[in-house]
């Protein structure tokens, strides 16, 4: 069943028409890559099923609901987890703190008041909890990544949405990122939905792979699939 | 800070400054009385400016709500002044409430405009509806206690002031005061994490308003006096300058600010009105130059020591 689903979502900005009628499905329990050359789009889907911004026709439909154009805290409720491409940490609040931010709006969470002990759950998770004290604006990117993840978590997400999260690994890292993630799904019933310009780790996580192309809704199918097809190849390369 | 550690540091602090009756004269207590006012109002437009990033300039203009409505309830109505604050704060509250929703989806600079036409506005109406305000020449109004000695309202004082910080300190520390300082740090981020930023930025507002009117209405049965002076921009950039100078976004910071600059502003009163606009330039280059303001400083110098929570608010996002 699909969990979550786009139908015919537009959105322009000014003259540019960033998205254009593209409609998608992401099944429960499946990892689902969205893939495209810069420009494509991707971060502006993600921004319209979280509700950061309104699309200007279609709509967003999670676990059978329509949720097209409810604020973001109302979607993060809904059980809609997202981290941001370019990381926005809570800079004057410790780890722990912007961790803690998550647990306690999360109308799931399983603190009884002790946001504390579940936050520095979220930060061993991700394992970062040697920074629980320290500021996040002090964190490197791939610190800064790793809360932003535990963070997402912290809000007891029936999906999580990564939007980039590879940056700066190294591809031993990244290998070990992708089992990280698979893991994640797999021991917290999550389904993850996952922007990736690294395409093998999209390729090795991946169940299904969406491609978008300016704006447009080029191709979906399995990694395999969409390596092989004529129209990807053309859309990276043809640029 | 843990709570244990709040409540021991301010009651030894209120301990001490209560043993002040005992060895200053009247001129010095009132300064102390003052300060107290500026306390409580530079501590809870902090929680505006510091905590929620919204720079408003009416904070002056609440107090001067919860002035007049005491004032005016008690010359016209026979009202008991405490009973005059206690509507007083209630009437500074609801405005809050008001202006706060109407500033929801303001960011930044336009919601300073706003509350900088609200605060004209109601000195206009202040000025001009003579029969019920005194306009300039000033409301006379009753006191809050049968006697007048300095030392019942340094008392007075300075039991609201631990009520006004106890207050802050709940709010801030709590879980709210968690979300408080994620919609400063990064307003869409916190969203994105189920915050409710309206009800965060209406909550700051009505919170900080209600203070505000509290400080406001005391101090105007203090003086005995009520004029525009109370919601003027002049006291609305002092107490911006102390916030700042202080250090915004540290709970401490706009206590510290309250009462240098209240002290320092008695030995150059001398030198005419100009203190207020020496202020604002002081002010300017510690926002700056320190952005944390003195506790900011006071940290750095002191490694370990806490380190003040935020920075300055960020303007202009929406
Ligand atoms: N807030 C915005 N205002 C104006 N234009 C925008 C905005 N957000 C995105 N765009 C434009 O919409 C188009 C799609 O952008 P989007 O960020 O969704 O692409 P993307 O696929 O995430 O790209 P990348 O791989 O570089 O992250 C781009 O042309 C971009 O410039
Ligand atoms: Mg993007």
Redesign the pocket.
């Known amino acids: 069943m699909a969990l979550l689903e786009g139908l015919r979502l537009s959105?322009r900005?000014?003259g540019?028409t960033?998205?254009s009628e593209v409609s998608f499905t992401v099944e429960e329990g499946t990892i689902v890559g969205l893939i495209?050359?810069?420009?494509?789009?991707?971060?502006?889907?993600?921004?319209l099923v979280a509700g950061a911004?309104k699309p200007d026709s279609g709509r967003v439909v999670f676990r059978g609901e329509d949720i097209t154009g409810l604020s973001p805290n109302i979607v993060c409720r809904h059980g809609i987890a997202r981290t941001f491409?370019v990381t926005r940490p809570f800079g004057t609040m410790t780890c722990l703190e912007n961790v803690g931010v998550g647990v306690i709006n999360s109308p799931r969470s399983e603190s009884d008041g002790n946001w504390r002990a579940t936050a520095l759950h979220y930060l061993e998770t991700v394992g970062v909890e040697d920074l629980a004290f320290t500021e996040a604006r002090h964190l490197n990117v791939v610190q800064k990544k790793k809360l932003e993840i535990a963070r997402a978590l912290a809000t007891r997400p029936k999906i999580l949405m990564l939007?980039?999260v590879l940056g700066g690994l190294n591809s031993q890292e990244i290998v070990q990122a992708v089992d990280f993630i698979r893991r994640l799904r797999d021991e917290l019933h999550l389904t993850v939905f996952w922007?990736e310009?690294v395409m093998g780790a999209i390729m090795k996580a991946a169940e299904k792979v969406i491609v978008?192309d300016q704006?447009q809704h080029l191709m979906e199918g399995t990694p395999e699939q969409v390596v092989a097809d004529s129209r990807v190849i053309h859309a990276y390369l043809g640029e | 800070m843990t709570d244990i550690r709040f409540y021991l540091i301010l009651f030894a602090a209120a301990g001490l400054f209560s043993l002040l009756p005992l060895g200053l004269g009247d001129y010095h207590l009132h300064v102390m009385i003052v300060s107290l006012y500026y306390l409580m109002m530079a501590s809870s437009w902090n929680l505006l400016a510091g905590y929620t990033g919204q720079v408003s300039f009416a904070h002056a203009a609440f107090a001067g709500i919860g002035a007049y409505t005491s004032g005016i309830l008690a010359v016209k109505f026979g009202v008991n002044p405490w009973a005059g604050v206690i509507i007083g704060t209630a009437a500074a509250s609801l405005l809050g409430l008001g202006v706060g929703v109407l500033c929801l989806r303001m960011g930044g600079i336009y919601l300073s405009l706003t509350t900088l036409g609200f605060s004209e506005i109601l000195r206009i109406v202040i000025t001009n509806e003579y029969d019920i305000t005194r306009g300039t020449m000033g409301l006379q109004v009753p006191g809050l206690v049968e006697e007048y000695s300095k030392a019942a309202y340094f008392y007075i004082m300075l039991g609201a002031a631990m009520i006004t910080l106890i207050v802050l300190y709940k709010l801030i520390y709590s879980n709210k005061g968690l979300c408080f300082r994620a919609v400063q740090n990064d307003e869409r981020a916190a969203a994105s994490l189920g915050v409710d930023v309206v009800k965060v930025r209406v909550l700051a507002f009505t919170v900080s308003s209600a203070l505000a009117g509290l400080a406001g209405g005391l101090y105007g049965h203090y003086l005995h006096l009520i004029t525009p002076e109370i919601p003027s921009l002049d006291q609305q950039f002092l107490v911006l300058s102390m916030t700042v100078i202080g250090g915004m976004g540290s709970f401490l910071g706009p206590v510290i600010g309250a009462f240098s600059l209240e002290i320092l502003s008695e030995y150059i009163r001398a030198y005419g009105e100009y203190h207020v606009l020496v202020f604002g330039l002081i002010a300017l280059v510690v926002a700056r130059f320190a952005p944390n303001g003195l506790m900011g400083l006071a940290a750095s110098r002191l490694p370990g020591g806490p380190a003040p929570a935020v920075t300055v608010p960020s303007t202009g996002k929406s």
């Open positions: 959105k900005f000014g540019v960033a998205l495209g050359p810069n420009g494509a789009g991707k971060t502006t889907l993600f921004n911004l491409q939007d980039e922007i310009h978008l704006g």
